[in-house]
């Protein structure tokens, strides 16, 4: 859950002790309707994982786990993400045609070596308008709203079934997530979060639609 989301008001509700700390999550989906690994960054210092923040996780379970120092994501952990996540997922399944990877405008895949790299390997980067994210973007349109609600569920329950004596730790936090992400991350999801605006199936008209404006008027001169 990013401090952009929870300024955005995609995120509307959620339990916390004040002590708060996050964790980002590098989400990708596909228009048949399936879902890549999720990879997740935790906030480490020394930028190694403790066992603690993973011991959660099933045999059956694809999941990433990276940390950095603030628990953002960056240039470096994006071109990981692209070469290690990214291309193993969706190499088989494109054959030998291109693949199109549909991000917005951060620093951690907009540089120079993340679109060479993908370029190199058959991958076009398309880059959303600024500010279009909100309409335009699968992810944002369709799916984290609803994760972000199934987490919150997830957060509330163990609250209530602690009695509030629990805090809400690393520890806890996969646990929590996995639940949230199965939930939400549904064929049926996905599906509707990429032709809700108009990226697939293709619909032109609906997608100038979202990109019109409202014309402001001249403010007088004071």
């Known amino acids: 859950i990013t401090l952009e989301a929870l300024r955005s008001g995609r995120i509307t509700y959620t339990m916390t002790d004040g002590n708060r700390e996050f964790v980002t999550l590098l989400a990708c989906i596909c228009a048949d309707g399936t879902s890549i690994p999720a990879s997740l960054i935790y906030k480490g210092e020394s930028h190694d994982l403790q066992d603690s923040w993973v011991d959660q996780i099933e045999d ?59 370029d190199q390997h058959g991958i076009i980067v398309h880059i959303l308008p600024a500010y279009t994210t909100h309409r335009l973007q699968p992810l944002d349109v369709g799916l984290f709203s609803l994760l972000s609600t199934a987490y919150s569920k997830q957060l509330n329950t163990l609250m209530y079934n602690s009695l509030g004596i629990v805090s809400m730790t690393k520890r806890f936090f996969y646990l929590l997530f996995r639940n949230a992400y199965r939930a939400s991350f549904t064929k049926k999801n996905i599906l509707h979060a990429f032709e809700k605006p108009g990226i697939f ?22």
Do not use: M
């Not at 990981?80 to 895949?109: E, M, N």
């Open 60 to 118: 059956s379970d694809e999941v990433y786990f990276a940390a950095s120092e603030n628990g953002w994501t960056c240039k470096s952990l994006g071109l990981q993400w692209l070469q290690k996540v990214f291309d193993p997922a969706t190499k088989a399944k494109a054959g030998r045609g291109k693949r199109l990877l549909i991000v917005d405008g951060h620093s951690s895949y907009v540089n120079i070596a993340f679109i060479d790299w993908a």
């Open 201 to 222: 199936l293709v619909d032109p008209e609906k997608v100038l639609g979202k990109l019109k404006y409202t014309k402001v008027s001249k403010q007088p001169d004071l």
